[in-house]
């Protein structure tokens, strides 16, 4: 009976019990050599427009060659306002029908992005939308252990006091969140249970607002506060993120952090440059994706643009985890 259960991990992801109260998923490596291959992107879901297509194609393409486990997707699923609900044909005509490559047809792990708590927050979380894309795992915060890397998804939107405070002409889906501060509290407590707990070669959070960015919106002052303390203690290596609308990477001057922005998945362009005090190690304000290769002593990272050309790659080796 064991070897249906394995098959039933490596082609669904289950979600088992862990100590901490993060949901955790499995995803153990099926490569021989027992690695790891992902994409990331985030900031797409505009049915196709302002380049998502031609993301989308090299995405394909460069996930083909790197035989990809999964994607993780860092938010801002669909604009502007999210889905309106289980049915919103905006899930099939951004998604769907856009990601069509037989690269991409694996596990989309996905957070919720602001945008997306705009609109009916709780659909993206469905068990409707998986049902209409296997792909689709969406949920607020939890886990992918990879075996070789635990994959820590944060669910940032709360933490920004100005959506509660200041939402201007929006309205936000706060359903399952609010009180804020308890909703906060719980989940850094769960955060830092999980983290100290992972025997993981690499430990990687991934949140849809930056730490650290030098585009429009800049550091996230709640997650620099609250969230980034957390991250330096317990060894993080890599923090994925989008929100800002283009590619970034960049060294934390006081740890082994690395901040990685990929919100490049459509809209971009915005002409905007704000350096903060950690050390920028390329920024490219326009489209693209990110790709991630792990081993149990190498990660790899490489950025492209909408040709698919690499626009910076950056590595790291380390000692196997004993």
């Given at each position: 009976m064991?070897?249906p259960?394995?098959l ?6 289950l ?25 990331a992107v ?31 997707n ?36 996905t ?8 609109g009916?927050?709780?659909a993206?979380l469905?068990p ?45 889906d ?15 407590k ?14 990687i959070?991934?949140g849809?607002h ?47 952090l ?26 490219y ?14 990660a ?23």
């Amino acid at each position: 009976m064991a070897a249906p259960i394995m098959l039933l991990l490596v082609v669904v992801p289950l979600v088992v019990a862990a100590a901490a109260e993060l949901p955790r998923l499995e995803h153990p490596p099926t490569k021989e050599d027992r690695s790891l291959a992902l994409l990331a992107v985030g900031d797409w879901g505009r049915r196709g427009q302002f380049n998502q297509s031609l993301v989308a194609e090299q995405m394909g393409i460069i996930g083909e060659k790197m035989d990809i486990d999964f994607v993780v997707n860092v938010g801002d699923n669909f604009y502007k306002n999210g889905l309106t609900g289980v049915d919103d044909k905006t899930f099939e005509e951004s998604f769907t029908n856009i990601y069509t490559a037989k690269s991409l047809q694996k596990p989309w792990y996905t957070i919720l992005g602001n945008h997306d708590y705009r609109g009916d927050a709780l659909a993206q979380l469905s068990p409707v939308l998986r049902n209409l894309d296997s792909r689709w795992i969406c949920m607020k915060s939890f886990v992918v252990n990879a075996e070789v890397a635990d994959f820590f998804f944060v669910d940032t939107t709360p933490f920004v006091l100005k959506y509660w405070n200041e939402p201007k002409d929006s309205t936000y889906d706060w359903r399952g969140v609010a009180p804020r501060e308890t909703y906060i509290a719980n989940l850094l407590k769960d955060l830092t249970c999980g983290l100290k707990q992972s025997k993981a070669t690499w430990k990687i959070v991934v949140g849809h607002h930056a730490i650290r960015s030098v585009s429009e919106h800049g550091d996230t002052q709640e997650l620099v506060q609250q969230l980034l303390p957390i991250l330096k203690a317990n060894g993080v290596d890599l923090y994925i993120n989008g929100h800002d609308h283009c590619l970034e990477h960049i060294s934390s001057r006081d740890s082994p952090l690395q901040y990685l922005t990929s919100g490049g998945g459509s809209k971009a362009w915005r002409g905007i440059f704000t350096p903060n005090t950690d050390k920028l190690e390329f920024f490219y304000d326009g489209q693209g994706f990110m790709s991630l290769r792990l081993t149990n002593t190498e990660a790899r990272v490489a950025f492209y643009d909408v040709a698919g050309t690499v626009l910076h790659s950056w590595g790291l080796t380390k000692g196997a985890y004993y």
